[in-house]
Each structure stands twice: as structure tokens, then as C-alpha cells.
């Protein structure tokens, strides 16, 4: 039972951060119907912008907003300088365009900083509060868990009672009856993509100090997980995002636990199957959405 | 009509790599590939992007340091030393093909110290049949100790076994009547070494494995906390290490930690963990190479210096050590086949042995053994740098037992470059 | 979304159909035949062996465009369906050491593995299919370690082969055996969606709803189609387990599907002339960038400049002819 309870938080503390990740994937999809495997690469560029900042100020905090803050201005940049002039005639060219993304960023990154993992500061304390002889939480998964709520509440509130969320909505949708109504489409889909690498840029922040550490390639193994996060939840849905994240956390974790590391990649895949399967738009799909 | 055109459209690709690729390693008439009156060719393979790049990338560009500081003192038997560095991103198939590229279009004289066990295992039959010498290749899997099916290749680090069976007697001997348990890497290494450490220290309590694909080893951990393991000895890459001692401490399980040399190095560890750098203390590891922070060894002066003035004075850590020993161990056996310079002739050269350099042990190697360093010596971590203590051990990777090695230390010579 | 979808492949469709008709398919197979074969013993070792390489690359690559180009299913797994036909061949041939045996084996199980995931796949559409495929994609490795006395976890296994014939090097046997693979998938590849199958192909990924009104069996033809390329992606494998000797899960990571599929959309997507492009840039692009990096001397660019190019050329290439490689001919040839 000890065991249980501890696996379930160790998976619980990974799975928000594959939620907040995957929140992020289905924030473009929904804007853009792309989805974004720049995702990852977009997020590492971020934190080392946060990791600079930080060594420079000696303040996690200011690295902490730096990286926000760039990871928005790389959404809009990535969008406005290159997505933008896709040619969406086929799907498929919007996914090449963001794995080459992926490459330069990757690439970039390795030239600037060297292809070092380098250790990233906490702002709270890892080491984890026992109950009963069991370890937890940490001060840091909890920090955790509050940030990757205040996103999920701050974009529920956005989209559902502000009217730039009301627009952003109905851009997505139908582009052009919005366009009509005189929505601003084109500027609406940039703001979906500063939010959607803003929020990447948040779960890159959380997940690598936890990690090997920063690395250009830092995040490629948590974008699987929660691309994997996104399709069980169902890409059009964030509460299916946040659902998926822990589902697929958890299951890592006991996995992991209970039947050794080398199998959990078999189960993330035999849960896919028997998600998609039964729904194939994903848990939170409606109808609609499975034909998109 | 458009397939042709295609075709000719690859012809013409071709042709242009063709151009780019064929500008350098042009060797003139010698017979014997790679091999001028002025110049020898060797080539490498190692990662030097993606995640398995990270310190593995500084090894090649010591080894090339080293080798311009002994082209600077006019080559060995005239010959200047080219080194040709290729990136495979620890990528098997890539592997193949910059191999290839080597050997078939630079013409290299033989490959030395190609990083990595599967990587490397997938060209071991294209270099036999190549007749290319494959010299001190940088894993510690026991793969290249086979000089009846792969004459040509020859290992360099102590295998994971050797070390195994001397963490496992040091544990039996230090640590008697606490629960040991293990945690390794979910591949040769993490076997290998398991392998070792039960042949000395017997049955282990719990075992646990992780895969790289995976950076979260809080369930691993958990178990061996929840086993009341008081001992655990880790077959981890380093930034695995970095991740099982920081997650030990998360979850307040407090176990002695006892290290491979793969995953010990103090510098890139505490680097990894960062502020929590200082719960290292007191981890055992093993090495068989002088240590970085040994100013005292007249090896570690000369590596230094060879940084300083070759290398750009790149963070000097285990990396560089490994590189440039390797290095002066290329150029010893090149000193050792004498002025006429054939892939038989380097061969013979390593095998007869003999060899006395920066090792705290000897080398293994024979007609009938192409094993590398055969043995190694436990450090402590002490105030934040890894010191030796005990003394070295050697065996190997059968059921030979873990003897003291009690042979003296040699000192390089006066110009740091290996004499005939 | 499917509306802006069908514009170009419809284009391109017509002119695929009107060539088709006055070129048979054999002609330009028996051409590229004889320009390997002619070329093979012209090339030095080492550009034999990439055009080996090119031929295996374009086994896979083919199959894998008539199903994401033809029939609009986007596989990011087909890495792992070349692992499924590279170890089924090499476990085949250490035990059998017989090549046709082996070759056989192997398209079998990757068939049967091709219609287990196609029968799953034709439920799914765009990025759900693309989600199951990417987790199948990233489960070679942990197959290998779960039963490793098989598959000998990362260290893979080697091949038992047999030396080439008579004084053939190794090289030009390499070349040849990939390009006869190569070719004669691409044969029938061609052939088979010239006729009927091929219209329904089209036909499912325009507008399935239309489709099924005319009769087509919608869901048969999408697993068929993933049958096909999954069999071709076993080939692939094969001749990738052949060129390399051995079979390890490294050789097989992620990247490796995911640049299959950027091979195809960059080389023109639904044709196998964009197939062949692509084969040659995903053997000849790292080359090439490899080289400029080396030549720019310093240590902290070197594999990352690489990188880099091969992505601003992907950008590049994607931005300026969307249609990929192929099309830029045929916009030149239109506008005359």
C-alpha cells in the first residue's frame, strides 16, 4: 500500500507537467489545426533563455519570466515568420516545416551553449515531506501542481468568458464567417500561438530541473509523452489535455514501479490503443471533433 | 520522362557530394592506406550531438589535441598525425555510414576509440573485412575481446565486468552484513557489471533497471528505499547518477552509493545536480586513470598543459584524461611498429604489449587477449573531489580472482611524447 | 479542411494520369535499372554503398507516399515496421543462412504487424493516427530490453550473410541487391496504382463520405494501403539489416520516421519520383552539411551547423515549393 500511495504522487507530480504540455499542443491545434512539433524544441530554447537570465541576475524569478515572456515572442515570431507562409493545401506541410523548426532550434542551441546537460535551479526545495514513512510531495511538486492550475483555470476563464477568448474561438472555427464579422483572424491565430509556447515554455520550466538537467534535446521525450497526453485526452479538449497528462503519468509510474522501466513504453502504447479504439477522437472527443 | 530526369537529378547530387567529399586524405602512392612518409590518417566515431553527446563529445578533441602537440615536436617517424572526427549522434545506422566514409573514401590507416557498444558493434564486421585496425574502442563491453573472430580490434577501457568484481570485493570487504542492491542501465553495461559484482559479492537483494528513454527513476528508487537497501551500486550513465542520488535524497533514502567509472565523474556529476551537488559526499567509485584533480601527477601536469595550449583550455574533467590517454597509447603503439608503418605491423605492436603510460594498471593485451586496462582503483569522494584510496586491483572478466596490483607508477618522459 | 485539401493533389493527379498512359511503368524501371547497374561500376566503394542506401531508403519511402500522398494516412511509425522486417530477417538468417527464405520471413511478419496496426489505423484520422503511430514508433527499444535473450536488448544483433558472388565487391552487391528491392517495389507499386486500387486510394483521401457513396470500401482500402507500405517498409528494413550487418534499436529511433516522412512531403508527396527525391536527400542532405561544417573547422559547429542546414533547407524548401521537389519541374514545364 506504501508503495501504491508513493508511486501514484511520484506519477501525479510528472503527470501535471505532461498536462500543462499538452495543454499547450492542444492550444494550436485549436487555433491552428497544426499540430506543433516545434512544441519541444520551442520550450528548451525558452528555458535557456530562463537559465541565462537566471545565471546573470542570480534570481530563479526573473529567469522564470524571461522565459515566459521569450517563449510568447517565439510563439508570435515562429507563426508570423514561417507558419504563416505555409502552404496548407496538405496537413503534412505544416508538420515538416515544424520538425525543421525542431532541427535548427535544436541545432542553434547546441552551437550557443555546447551539447552539455547543465543543471537548472528550483526555486523550493526537492526533497519530499514524509507521511507515515512514506515520501509524498516535495515544496517543488507542489509549486508544481499550483502553477499548472493557475494555467488550466487562467485559459478556461479566458476562453469561456472573456471576449478575446470568444474571438479566438470563433477564429478557429470558422475563419471565415469570423472574418466577415470583422474578427481580426490572422491576429487572433498568432495570439494562440504566443499563448500555446508561452504555456510550452512554463512546462519546459517545471520539467527539466526534475530531469537530466538542460539539453537541446531536453524535452524530446517529454513532447512523446504528451503528444500521447493529448491524443488520449482528445486534442480539441484542454480538460481531456489535463486528464490525459496524469493518466499518462501514472500509468509511467506503475508501470515503472511495479513492472520495471523497460516496459512502460509497451503500456503507453497498449493504452493508446485501447483509448483509441473505444473513442477514437480521444476520451473528451465530441463527435465533431473526430472527423477533423 | 520525369523518372530519368529524377535519376539524373540523384547523378548529379552524387556527383556534387562526390566533389565535397573527396578533398582530403588523398594519399599519394604508399600502399598502405592512410599511410604517407609525411602524414598518418586515423578516423573516429562519436557522438558530438543529441542527448549522448553530452561529455563524450570533449574526448575526440583531446585526443586531437594531444596529437598536434606531438605533430608541433615534428610527428612520429616524420609522420604527422591527422585525426578525422565524425559526428554519428549515437545513432547505429550512422554509424555504418561515416565508418564507411572513413575507411572506403578518407582512406583512413586504422579507426581509433569509436565510442559506444552498439554503435560500435554494428561496424566490427565491415572493419575485419576491411582489414582495418580498430583500435581502443571507447565502451567497456567485453564485445572486443574476441581476437579469433575480430583479429583487429582491441578494446581500452576495463570491461564492466572487471570493475563489477572489484566494486562487489569491495563492498564484501567494507561494507560486510548490509543489505546490497543494484540499479543499472537496461542493456550490456547495466548486465555486465550486474554480472561482475554477483560473482564477487554473490546474490544481490533487489535489482532494479532503467531505460534512458525515460529521466524519472523515482520508482526505482522508491523500491530500494522500500527493500531497505543499505548499499546501492549504481551501472549508471552520469547524468543517471546525478538523477538516482538526487531522487534518493527527494524521497529521504540515504543508502551508500557505490559507482561505475562510467558514471562517475565528479565534474560532469556535480554539475548535474547542480546546487545539490554536495550530496556526492562520500560516494565510492572506481577509475583507472589519474585523476583531474591529482596536480601532483606529472600526468595530469603534461595533460594540462597539452589543454592549455592545444585545446583551446577546455573544462579539464575525466573526458580530457580519457582522450589524451588514449592518444599517447595510439602514439606509443605507433612508436612500437617501428618506420614502416602497416596495418599487420601496428597490430603486432599492440599485441606484444608492453606498454607503460598514464594507467594505474596494466593493459591486458595479447595474441590471445584483446581486453584493455585489466583492472582499476577505488575513489572517495572528499570534499567535493574524487581522492584514491586502497590500492589497485586487477582480474578478469572470467573467474580469475580480484588481486592487489602492486606494480609501480611510471612518469611520462621529459617531452611528453612517448619514445621508440 | 478537406476541401482546401483536394486543390494540388488533384493538379498533380491529372498530370500523373495523363504521363501514364504514354509511359509504361516498366520503361522507366528498366531505364533506372541500367543507370544503376552502369553507375555501380563507375562510383567508388563508398558512393556505391550510399546509392545502396539511396535504393533502401526509396524501398520505404515509396510505399510510404502511397500511403500518406495517395490515401492521406499519416504514419509517424514506419521506423519501427523496418525494425519489425530487420530483426525478423536477421533472427531468420543466423538461423537459416538462407536470403530468400529470410527476405520472405520478414515481409511476412511486417505484413502481419502492417495489418494489426492498419486495422486500428483505419478508425483513426490525422493526428490520432499520427499519436498511435508515434508510440509505436518509440516501442522498438523497449521491446528489445523486455525480451532481450531474443533481440539482445541495445546491442541488437548481427547478420550471418553470405560473402557477394565471385569477385563482386561488397559495395556494388550492396547497390544492387537495394536497387533490384528498390525497383521492383517500385514496379509494383506503380502498377498497382495505376488501376483501380489506386483510384480508391485517391478517392478515400479526397472525401470519404463520396467515396463510400460510389462504392468504394472505404475501411478495406485504407488497411490495405497500410498493408502495402507496411510490407515495403519490411523490405526496407531487410536491406538495411543487409547494408549494415547487424540490427540494433539505435538504428531505428524516432528520427528515423519522422525523417521518412519529411523525405516524401519534401520530394513531392503521392508521386514515387518525390519517393526517389527524397530517398537522395536523406542519404546526400546530412552528407553534404556534414562536410560544410567541417570545412567552417570549429569544434562547437561541428553536427550542430549540420543540423541547422538540414532544417533551414527543410523550411526553405517547404516555403518555396510547397508541392515539394518534384512539382518545381512540372510548375516550370506548365508555365511554358
Not at chain 2, 547523378?11 to 594519399?27: E, K, P
Request: charged share 15%.
Amino acid at each position: 500500500m506504501d508503495r501504491f500511495v508513493y508511486l501514484t504522487f511520484d506519477g501525479l507530480s510528472r503527470g501535471a507537467v505532461y498536462a500543462a504540455f499538452a495543454l499547450a499542443l492542444v492550444l494550436i491545434w485549436r487555433a491552428a489545426r497544426i499540430v506543433n512539433f516545434a512544441q519541444g524544441a520551442m520550450a528548451v530554447a525558452a528555458v535557456y533563455v530562463g537559465y541565462s537570465v537566471t545565471e546573470k541576475t542570480g534570481s530563479y524569478w526573473l529567469g522564470f519570466a524571461a522565459s515566459l515572456v521569450f517563449g510568447l515572442l517565439l510563439g508570435i515570431a515562429v507563426e508570423k515568420a514561417v507558419m504563416r507562409f505555409v502552404d496548407h493545401s496538405s496537413p503534412l506541410n505544416g508538420v515538416v516545416v515544424a520538425l525543421g523548426l525542431v532541427l535548427i532550434v535544436q541545432g542553434v542551441l547546441g552551437i550557443l551553449y555546447g551539447n552539455e546537460y547543465r543543471p537548472v535551479e528550483t526555486p523550493f526545495r526537492r526533497d519530499a515531506f514524509e507521511v507515515g514513512g512514506v515520501a509524498l510531495l516535495s515544496r517543488y511538486d507542489v509549486f508544481v501542481f499550483a502553477a499548472v492550475g493557475a494555467v488550466v483555470v487562467a485559459l478556461t476563464v479566458l476562453f469561456t468568458r472573456t471576449p478575446v477568448g470568444l474571438r479566438m474561438r470563433a477564429a478557429a472555427f470558422a475563419p471565415d464567417v469570423s472574418r466577415l464579422l470583422g474578427v481580426p483572424v490572422g491576429g487572433m491565430l498568432t495570439l494562440g500561438w504566443a499563448l500555446a509556447a508561452a504555456v510550452g515554455s512554463l512546462a519546459g520550466m517545471l520539467v527539466v530541473p526534475t530531469e537530466l538537467g538542460l539539453h537541446p534535446t531536453a524535452m524530446d521525450v517529454v513532447f512523446v509523452s504528451a503528444f500521447t497526453a493529448a491524443v488520449v485526452g482528445g486534442l480539441d479538449s484542454p480538460i481531456g489535455a489535463v486528464t490525459g497528462g496524469l493518466i499518462v503519468g501514472l500509468l509511467l509510474s506503475y508501470v515503472s514501479g511495479y513492472l520495471g522501466a523497460t516496459v512502460a513504453p509497451m503500456a503507453v502504447l497498449l493504452l493508446l490503443v485501447v483509448v483509441l479504439l473505444g473513442r477514437p477522437g480521444g476520451l473528451f472527443s465530441s463527435s465533431k471533433a473526430r472527423l477533423a | 520522362m520525369k523518372r530519368t530526369t529524377a535519376v539524373f537529378l540523384a547523378v548529379l547530387l552524387f556527383a556534387a557530394a562526390c566533389d565535397s567529399g573527396s578533398g582530403g586524405g588523398n594519399t599519394s602512392s604508399a600502399s598502405v592506406p592512410g599511410v604517407t612518409d609525411t602524414e598518418v590518417v586515423v578516423g573516429t566515431h562519436m557522438p558530438l550531438t543529441g542527448p549522448a553527446a553530452a561529455g563524450y563529445s570533449k574526448i575526440a578533441p583531446a585526443t586531437k589535441a594531444y596529437f598536434d602537440f606531438v605533430n608541433a615536436g615534428g610527428g612520429i617517424n616524420g609522420r604527422k598525425i591527422t585525426y578525422k572526427i565524425k559526428d554519428d549522434g549515437y545513432n547505429p545506422a550512422t554509424t555504418q555510414q561515416v565508418v564507411r566514409e572513413l575507411v572506403l573514401q578518407d582512406k583512413v590507416f586504422a579507426i581509433l576509440n569509436g565510442l559506444g557498444t552498439p554503435t560500435h558493434s554494428g561496424v566490427l564486421d565491415f572493419l575485419k573485412t576491411n582489414r582495418v585496425p580498430d583500435l581502443f574502442v571507447a565502451s567497456g563491453s567485453r564485445s572486443w575481446n574476441q581476437p579469433d573472430k575480430y583479429p583487429g580490434t582491441f578494446g581500452f577501457n576495463p570491461d564492466y565486468t572487471v570493475e563489477g568484481k572489484v566494486l562487489g570485493t569491495y563492498v564484501k570487504e567494507n561494507l560486510a552484513g548490509k543489505k546490497a542492491c543494484f540499479l543499472g542501465q537496461g542493456d550490456d553495461f547495466g548486465k555486465d557489471s550486474l554480472a561482475g559484482i554477483e560473482k564477487t559479492l554473490g546474490p544481490i537483494a533487489d535489482k532494479q533497471t532503467y531505460v534512458t528513454s525515460n529521466p524519472n527513476v523515482g520508482p526505482q528508487m522508491g523500491a530500494l528505499k522500500a527493500a531497505g537497501c543499505q548499499v546501492v551500486l549504481l551501472a549508471t550513465i552520469p547524468g543517471f547518477t546525478a538523477l538516482s542520488i538526487g531522487t534518493a535524497a527527494k524521497i529521504g533514502f540515504k543508502p551508500q552509493f557505490v559507482v561505475s567509472n562510467v558514471g562517475a565523474d565528479p565534474a560532469t556529476v556535480s554539475k548535474a545536480l547542480g546546487p545539490a551537488a554536495a550530496l556526492l559526499e562520500g560516494v565510492v567509485a572506481a577509475n583507472y586513470l589519474p585523476l583531474t584533480t591529482d596536480d601532483a601527477s606529472p600526468w595530469i601536469q603534461l595533460f594540462k598543459k597539452v589543454n592549455a595550449q592545444y585545446n583551446g583550455g577546455a573544462e579539464f574533467d575525466n573526458n580530457i584524461v580519457y582522450g589524451m590517454a588514449v592518444a599517447y597509447l595510439f602514439v606509443q603503439s605507433l612508436q612500437a611498429a617501428g618506420k614502416d608503418l602497416t596495418r599487420d605491423g601496428i597490430i603486432a605492436a599492440v599485441q606484444k604489449n608492453g606498454f607503460q603510460g598514464p594507467g594505474l594498471v596494466p593493459l591486458r593485451f595479447s595474441d590471445k587477449d584483446h581486453s584493455g586496462y585489466g583492472g582499476t582503483q577505488l575513489t572517495k569522494i572528499e570534499g567535493g573531489k574524487a581522492v584514491f584510496f586502497g590500492q589497485a586491483y586487477s582480474t578478469d572478466d572470467g573467474d580469475s580472482p580480484v588481486q592487489p596490483y602492486t606494480g609501480q607508477a611510471v612518469t611520462p618522459p621529459q617531452n611528453g611524447i612517448p619514445a621508440a | 479542411m478537406t476541401g482546401v485539401l483536394q486543390k494540388s493533389p488533384t493538379r498533380s493527379g491529372q498530370t500523373l494520369a495523363r504521363r501514364r498512359r504514354r509511359v509504361p511503368p516498366l520503361v522507366p524501371i528498366i531505364l533506372g535499372a541500367l543507370l544503376v547497374l552502369a553507375l555501380t561500376y563507375v562510383l567508388p566503394p563508398f558512393r556505391n554503398y550510399q546509392l545502396a542506401t539511396v535504393g533502401a531508403y526509396f524501398t520505404v519511402t515509396a510505399g510510404l507516399t502511397v500511403l500518406t500522398g495517395l490515401n492521406g494516412q499519416l504514419s509517424l511509425g514506419h521506423g519501427a515496421l523496418m525494425a519489425t522486417g530487420a530483426y525478423t530477417f536477421a533472427l531468420a538468417q543466423n538461423r537459416w543462412l538462407s536470403m530468400p527464405l529470410s527476405v520472405l520471413a520478414a515481409i511476412l511478419t511486417t505484413t502481419l504487424a502492417g495489418v494489426v496496426i492498419g486495422l486500428a489505423a483505419a478508425r483513426l484520422r490525422g493526428p490520432y493516427l499520427a499519436g498511435l503511430t508515434l508510440a509505436v514508433a518509440v516501442v522498438v527499444p523497449s521491446v528489445t530490453s523486455t525480451f532481450d535473450e531474443t533481440f539482445n536488448s541495445d546491442m541488437g544483433l548481427s547478420v550471418a550473410l553470405d560473402p557477394p558472388p565471385g569477385v563482386v565487391p561488397m559495395e556494388q552487391w550492396q547497390a544492387w541487391l537495394c536497387w533490384a528491392g528498390a525497383l521492383v517495389t517500385a514496379f509494383l507499386l506503380a502498377t498497382l496504382v495505376r488501376g483501380r486500387f489506386g483510384r480508391d486510394l485517391r478517392a478515400v483521401r479526397d472525401d470519404e463520405t463520396a467515396a463510400r457513396l460510389a462504392g468504394v470500401h472505404v475501411a478495406r482500402t485504407q488497411v490495405i494501403a497500410f498493408v502495402v507500405s507496411a510490407a515495403c517498409a519490411g523490405l526496407a528494413g531487410v536491406l538495411f539489416a543487409f547494408l549494415a550487418q547487424s540490427v540494433s534499436p539505435g538504428a531505428f529511433p524516432l528520427t528515423l520516421s519522422l525523417f521518412l516522412v519529411m523525405a516524401i512531403v519534401i520530394g513531392g508527396l503521392g508521386r514515387l519520383v518525390g519517393a526517389l527525391l527524397g530517398a537522395v536527400l536523406l542519404v546526400a542532405l546530412p552528407a553534404l552539411a556534414q562536410t560544410a561544417s567541417e570545412r567552417s573547422g570549429s569544434q562547437h559547429l561541428e553536427g550542430n551547423l549540420a543540423l541547422v542546414i538540414f532544417g533551414v533547407v527543410l523550411v526553405v524548401v517547404m516555403l518555396a515549393a510547397p508541392g515539394g521537389l518534384a512539382s518545381i519541374h512540372t510548375n516550370f514545364r506548365r508555365k511554358r
